[in-house]
């Protein structure tokens, strides 16, 4: 079978996204696998579905998997491109505003052009149970024991989990080690996405995330509404940050507690292609 798709990013957070509009998604986890694989596949942080709605007030579904074939519920450089992909196929406007269906739910997305996406990501959530993070209450500031290290640091999550840890220098060797712990650290059940952020002022931040599932990656989008929820909170930034990450910046808006969190940034298309997939037998992923 010869699987068409096309290659995306968002400020170098890579997808592969599968037209499924009319057909099953058709991939299990072992194939889902292959495709990503950097070497002898195409390569890519998350795989993006685009499927029809299953809750009737949404224009379409979006799934998500990532590269070691492990489903996802959020993903916000993935939504931005979920949106552009529409756009070029003819079914989504510019300044069209139109709520599409992700695994955690519903997200509000609006062209601001062909390649500048605006979302609504909903409203950050910071009970432990929500998150899910094993923690007796809900306080602003955990610790958590990773390797020989105690770290402190802020939970939240965005439709996924997040720990934001400040750091004071983004290039420290030990954050290697310290991401991987974290985003595998037992006391979140379902992992977590582990962001290291440094904030410049009230209005800047740079940000550094190691995903479950998929690694080191250039960009995160979720990881960027995290960071600024987690300092919002702490009351050390205002309504609206710069979101600085190795592959390009975002713009998080959030007014606190009761608002949406807007996220604003580009969506970008690499290329199209076929791939041939490989008959490898598993279930079928997501």
């Known amino acids: 079978m010869q699987l068409r798709f096309s290659k995306m990013h968002g400020i170098g957070n890579d997808f592969v996204v599968l037209d499924c509009r009319q057909h099953p998604f058709p991939l299990n ?26 809750d009737p007030s949404c224009a379409f579904y979006y799934g998500i998997w990532n590269a070691d074939g492990s489903p996802s519920g959020q993903c916000g450089n993935g939504v931005r491109c979920v949106a552009a992909w529409l756009h070029r196929a003819g079914a989504l406007a ?28 909903g409203e950050p959530m910071f009970e432990p149970a929500r998150i899910p993070l094993s923690a007796e209450a809900r306080v602003d500031r955990y610790e958590i024991l990773a390797g020989d290290r105690s770290v402190e640091f802020g939970a939240v999550s965005m439709g996924n989990p997040h720990a934001v840890v400040s750091v004071a220098d983004l290039a420290d060797p030990a954050l290697e080690q310290l991401g991987p712990l974290l985003t595998s650290h037992p006391r979140f059940a379902e992992g977590a996405n582990a962001g290291f952020v440094l904030q410049l002022d009230r209005t800047q931040l740079r940000l550094r995330v190691h995903e479950r599932g998929a690694g080191w990656t250039r960009a995160c989008g979720t990881g960027a509404c995290a960071a600024m929820a987690v300092l919002h909170q702490r009351g050390e930034v205002g309504d609206s940050v710069s979101v600085e990450l190795p592959g390009g910046k975002l713009r998080i808006d959030w007014a606190g507690p009761g608002h949406p969190l807007w996220m604003t940034g580009p969506a970008a298309f690499v290329f199209e292609g076929e ?10 992923g997501g």
């Open 94 to 121: 510019l300044g069209e505003q139109v709520m599409i269906e992700s695994p955690s739910g519903p997200v509000t997305v609006r062209l601001l052009d062909a390649h500048e996406v605006t979302v609504d990501m």
């Open 29 to 54: 986890p072992e194939q889902i696998r292959a495709l990503g694989d950097r070497h002898v596949g195409v390569g890519f942080d998350q795989l993006l579905s685009v499927e029809p709605a299953r």
């Open 275 to 284: 791939w041939p997939v490989p008959a490898v037998d598993g279930d079928r």
